[in-house]
């Protein structure tokens, strides 16, 4: 899931922003790139090293994603609804590589 969100993301920005409702520049692209960018490599990675500490690490990124997002949305107007959409998505992988790795 993970894999195709941060392929969709990457591959089709200026569309998830128009869906989305956020302004479509190149910056915004730009910053929707680099995220689906972490998110396939973080995909990637998780499948290859399958540790619950992968899992807990790839799980903090995810909640610091989120927090960037809310902070975003409450920032720039212009993206608050594609970025607290994506925060939202954030948290859900947040809670499910976290609950995914044993404590």
Do not use: K, N, W
Request: glycine share 8%; hydrophobic share 55%; proline share 4%.
């Amino acid at each position: 899931m993970r894999f195709v969100y941060g392929s969709v993301l990457v591959a089709a920005p200026g569309r998830v922003l128009a869906v989305s409702g956020g302004a479509d520049d190149r910056l915004a692209r730009a910053v929707v790139r680099v995220l689906g960018a972490r998110h396939a490599i973080q995909a990637v990675a998780g499948a290859v090293v399958r540790s619950p500490e992968f899992d807990r690490l790839g799980g903090l990124a995810d909640a610091l994603h989120s927090m960037t997002d809310v902070c975003c949305a409450a920032l720039d107007r212009r993206q608050s609804r594609p970025a607290a959409a994506d925060g939202v998505i954030a948290a859900a992988f947040a809670v499910v590589s976290l609950s995914a790795a044993p404590s």
